[in-house]
């Protein structure tokens, strides 16, 4: 993979989620990554700093699985709260904390 198919990959499944949930809450508002540029800003060091040090020090799968399941835990409580906050309905809240932590969970 090449260095901009990876930044465009992380940029994606760090903010995807998250776009999509704020598209359906609030369609004509810009999402929470255009309105503060210093979550791309992340999404390219994070990127970047994987791209240089993971190929020097390779990481067994069990802490990243762990990782990987407190994140989409945390994401899914993130993005339910995003949704009750504009007052949605708990259904529709339900289905955004998945959305945000499936999609991609960084958000604000």
Known sequence: MSVVGALILSIVTAV???????????PFQPAFWVSDPRYLSL?????????LFLQDFPISSRPL???????LGAFSVLGS???LARRAPA???LLSGWL?????????
Not at 16 to 26: E, Q, V
Not at 43 to 51: F, N, T
Request: charged share 10%; hydrophobic share 55%; aromatic share 2%.
């Open 16 to 26: 995807g989620g998250g776009t999509i949930r704020d598209l359906l809450l609030a």
């Open 43 to 51: 999404c390219v060091a994070s990127c970047v700093l994987a791209l």
């Open 65 to 71: 699985v762990l990782a990987d399941a407190l994140s």
């Open 81 to 83: 709260r995003a949704a």
């Open 91 to 93: 259904l529709f809240a």
């Open 100 to 108: 945000t932590a499936s999609g991609g969970g960084m958000n604000d």
